[in-house]
């Protein structure tokens, strides 16, 4: 039996890739890194694997919090070697099982794409729905990948490292009392005025400086991404891309080719037009509102960034409406159960960042208009 294997080690601080030594023992593995110095002990029940339960990916193994180190194994046969060596690496995966339900997965998929030719609206959807669990996040994340080039082409883009670092804690915070999760979670901050934040699969959002500018707060900004952040976990905005997609474009996702310029165009396209349903709002409101509450950010920022759309969708009676209310319908019953779930835990003790603070991140794509004080 194999135990000794050879790996990359990444120690979450840094993108250097070191090369280590891993030996599989009983309890743990026991990791040497000679460029460092270093030694130290993974038990398996403090490892989490988030790649290589396909064939084809490589396995990583993640061990600690927020900023996780990492274990980069290119031999797809070390989950293998793993729970032959020990009871306690049951819970790592061995691709070679999954290859043949894989396989017989994208059979039954391309069966039900062929029949949806006569039941479109019928077999789309249940479609959809399988193939958006199904795929592996390394797929997501070339997809959204792919998705933010064509959206938000970087002439388009906000770019100011500074205050962009204040947005990137932002997400980190939430993310980090996320449950377990696979995604790497990237903002890209759009100059254009339209009221609009986006999800994109693989943890892309964009976000529009229209929106960044309508907050008043860090904590209203917070409740914006708490809200997409559930839309990637749930897998929402993959599921509703390949519903809405074409079924050619539907039959390319599931042989997992998302190289074409024409797939990336189309997924875009799509992105910018869905509108997602009843259920996956109302999920993305929950655990949106949870997410908040487990990161200690006040959760009546989401709400009073919703009832702030809420009243211009009153004012203007629905027509001219931000692009965040017709995608976000924010309505008074979303907003009653918003406040429900709020008033379930107790006010954070301080705020993300102070007022002046918060004015200066929202110029990130050039200085605001000033408006006269009382």
């Not at 990237?186 to 964009?206: D, E, F, R, W, Y």
């Not at 429900?340 to 006010?347: C, D, E, G, S």
């Amino acid at each position: 039996m194999r135990l000794v294997w050879e790996a990359a080690y990444l120690d979450g601080r840094t993108a250097a890739r070191r090369p280590a030594t891993v030996n599989i023992t009983r309890t743990g593995l026991d990791v040497v890194v000679p460029e460092a110095g270093a030694r130290f002990f993974w038990p398996f029940c403090e490892i989490r694997q988030t790649q290589g339960a396909y064939a084809g990916e490589q396995v990583r193994l993640e061990h600690g919090g927020a900023l996780p180190e990492a274990l980069l194994i290119a031999d797809a046969g070390f989950p293998s070697a793993a729970r032959a060596a020990s009871p306690e690496a049951a819970h790592l995966h061995e691709p070679g099982r999954r290859r043949a339900r894989v396989g017989l997965t994208v059979g039954a998929l391309l069966l039900a794409v062929a029949l949806a030719v006569g039941v479109y609206y019928v077999a789309i959807p249940a479609v959809a729905r399988v193939a958006a669990a199904r795929v592996p996040v390394t797929w997501e994340e070339q997809l959204g990948g792919a998705i933010v080039e064509q959206f938000a082409p970087v002439a388009r883009r906000c770019e100011d490292p500074a205050r962009q670092a204040r947005i990137d804690a932002i997400v980190a915070r939430l993310t980090a009392q996320a449950r377990p999760q696979p995604y790497t979670f990237h903002v890209t901050v759009m100059n254009t005025s339209v009221v609009n934040a986006l999800a994109a699969p693989g943890g892309q959002i964009i976000l529009f400086r229209g929106l960044l500018e309508r907050t008043e707060s860090a904590e209203e900004l917070a409740g914006v991404l708490a809200h997409e952040i559930e839309h990637v976990l749930h897998r929402h905005v993959t599921r509703a891309i390949f519903q809405r997609a074409s079924t050619s474009v539907l039959v390319t996702a599931i042989v997992g080719d998302v190289s074409g310029v024409a797939y990336a165009l189309e997924a875009a396209r799509t992105l910018g037009e869905l509108q997602m349903t009843r259920a996956a709002e109302s999920e993305a409101d929950r655990d949106g509102m949870r997410l908040l509450q487990q990161a200690g950010i006040d959760p009546r920022g989401m709400i009073t960034f919703f009832e702030k759309l809420a009243k211009i969708e009153g004012e203007h009676g629905g027509a001219s409406l931000p692009r965040y209310l017709r995608t976000h319908p924010a309505t008074a019953e979303r907003i009653a159960t918003l406040r429900t779930l709020a008033a379930a835990a107790p006010r954070p003790p301080q705020r993300l960042l102070p007022d002046d603070e918060w004015d200066n991140v929202k110029s990130l794509c050039g200085e605001l208009p000033r408006s006269p004080k009382p």
